[in-house]
Antibody
Framework: EVQLLESGGGFVQPGGSLRLSCTAS????????MIWVRQAPGQGLEWISG????????FYADSVRGRFTISRDNSKDTLDLQMESLRAEDTAIYYC???????????????WGRGTLVTVSS | IQLTQSPSSLSASVGDRVNLTCQAS??????LNWYQHKPGKPPMLLIS???QLEAGAPARFSGSGSVTFFTLTISSLQPEDVATYYC?????????FGGGTRVEI
């Protein structure tokens, strides 16, 4: 079964750090570009970061650029999101998702994890 | 590119035809997708590239539109369609989602 499973969420104080992971199974992870999307409480979906299949290029939304770092380990089928200088407005459910057609495109996302909750509060 | 969805929410009856719209602040050609998002579940890709219904999605869902104006139609609303629907473009980066339309029965 094609699956993504996020982990690493939790409670952190403002200014703190957290590292999220997304473990893939059931498909050839190294062939697919990946993204992170978040949903703040009561809000809609927000794309925050993407990475090419090779890991050679990374992309960020303005809201997280300079604070978050996306990376992947194609030998371990894992996608990570290192989050620094966290703010209250980063509180959200964080989802990882796979681009549908493989290769380096960041276009359509057909497989999603169930999400992991990050709460930033003092 | 900003995506504006309307209405933000709607309530309709079972069997009704429902139209959800998504307007882009600039042209996105056919680089537009629709997702269904139910509480407690991950988003699900429903329609890609404006009109392509994903495998397993019910045929009562359809997409149309071009350039800046797009529509998701549910031809006969069913109880299991209660969800929030989001459009998303991939014309360029940053990818963006619309604000969502919440559909209720």
């Amino acid at each position: 079964e094609v699956q993504l499973l996020e982990s690493g969420g939790g409670f952190v104080q403002p200014g703190g750090s957290l590292r999220l992971s997304c473990t893939a199974s059931g498909f050839t992870f190294r062939n697919y570009a990946m993204i992170w999307v978040r949903q703040a409480p009561g809000q809609g979906l927000e794309w925050i970061s993407g990475i090419r299949a090779s890991g050679g290029e990374t992309f960020y939304a303005d809201s997280v650029r300079g604070r978050f770092t996306i990376s992947r380990d194609n030998s371990k089928d894992t996608l990570d999101l290192q989050m620094e200088s966290l703010r209250a407005e980063d509180t959200a459910i964080y989802y990882c998702a796979r681009d549908q057609y493989g290769g380096d495109g960041l276009a359509r996302f057909d497989v999603w994890g169930r999400g992991t909750l990050v709460t930033v509060s003092s | 590119i900003q995506l504006t969805q309307s209405p933000s929410s709607l309530s309709a009856s079972v069997g009704d035809r429902v139209n959800l719209t998504c307007q882009a602040s600039q042209g996105v050609r056919d680089n537009l997708n629709w997702y269904q998002h139910k509480p407690g579940k991950p988003p699900m890709l429903l329609i890609s590239d404006v009109t392509q219904l994903e495998a397993g999605a019910p045929a009562r869902f359809s997409g149309s539109g071009s350039v800046t104006f797009f529509t998701l139609t549910i031809s006969s609303l069913q109880p299991e369609d209660v969800a929030t629907y989001y459009c998303q473009h991939y014309e360029n980066l940053p990818l963006t989602f619309g604000g969502g339309t919440r559909v209720e029965i």
